[in-house]
């Protein structure tokens, strides 16, 4: 309606959201519309930092450098203050914004780890290209939840 | 490390005083099916099983179960001495594949991986195959010959002596680029020639530095236990 000039549109906002008020032309009709996004989709990007995870240690299997999928695996294991525990029960809860904070700073860490790992033992440029193929190959058929939540830039590679 | 190291091929080390010159980097190359792999894998298979010398065996190419099935079809049994960290077989190509932008690996990438893996590894003896992979990576062949020439010249100062493998694309050219064979301190030529019908493999070592060797043609046979190589025949 607004397209067709029934409607007049202004942005509203406020602290906590954004609103749009249209107004009708003379009228003192007034609607108010939310545009949110849903839920946030936390279990579908916490699969996509797993199918990374799983990724990375199979090049790294197939890459053929001994131990090294050891040394990954172990990380994985670390406790990291609570915050592995934090995230599933946010999952449960259903996400939230909060929740995709928290499994950023995880895969951050643990990617991290993984980088500082790989590069010690076959060179960083290397260890770049495992990572980043591995980033590649998680985020394929998931791309838009990957580029619209930014899950791939934590991964640094 | 002496100053040679044998291949385990006898006829080819009869040729060379003893094997290849320590700390050199050889070019091996030759048409596909030649036997090049599997005369790099005597040269690891030796260095890591008789001489206590860890090897590495860098597959930028050839799939990885290619040369496992090579390996068992003669009798290469390289898996206790990859469980003591005395043979790797690593696949870089793995990498090619999926990289970030899906480019082939350059002298550069390859350099940075050895500088890391050559040390933690304690690598003495080290196979790339092949540079025809790596020349995909650049766009004309004086690139391809600055960075080989600056590869080869951080391999010489590593305590590895290497093996470059390089297939002939034809006949008439030994390596693809043309530039191989000069930046080398040796190079070893497999042919693989058509006589009367049939395939004839042989061997020729055409440059080999610090090093009195035979210059002849000699038969080269792939028997159920690897290559054999006839020193006291030639081929005319």
Known sequence: ?157 | MSDRLPTGIEGFDLLVQGGFPARSVSLVAGPAGGGKSLFALHFCHAGARRYNEPSMYVVLEEAKESLQRVMQMFGMDFGDLEKADRFLLIDLGELRVSGSQGSPIGFRELQDFLASSLKTAHVRRLVIDSLSAIGLHYGSAAEYRERLFAFCRFLRGMDVTTLLIAESPDPHALTQFGVEQFLADSVVHLGLEEVKGELRRTLTVRKMRFTKHDTGKHPMHITSVGIEVAADEKVV
């Open chain 1, 1 to 157: 309606m607004h397209g067709l000039g029934f409607l007049e549109r202004r942005v509203r906002k406020s602290r906590t959201r954004s609103a749009l008020e249209y107004r009708m032309m003379g009228s003192r009709i007034t609607l108010d519309l939310e545009l949110s996004d849903g839920p946030t989709p936390l279990k579908e990007a916490l699969d996509y930092y797993l199918d990374y995870v799983s990724t990375v240690l199979e090049k790294t299997r197939r890459l053929g450098w001994p131990g090294i999928d050891g040394k990954l695996e172990a990380r994985l294991e670390k406790n990291r203050n609570g915050l592995k525990e934090n995230l599933f029960t946010r999952i449960l809860d259903g996400g939230g914004a909060r929740g995709m904070e928290d499994l950023r700073a995880l895969f951050r860490d643990i990617s991290q780890e993984f980088l500082a790992i790989t590069s010690e033992a076959m060179g960083r440029a290397t260890a770049l290209r495992l990572l980043s193929g591995a980033a590649e190959e998680a985020r394929k058929g998931r791309e838009s939840l990957v580029d619209r939540y930014d899950l791939r830039s934590i991964l640094g590679a």
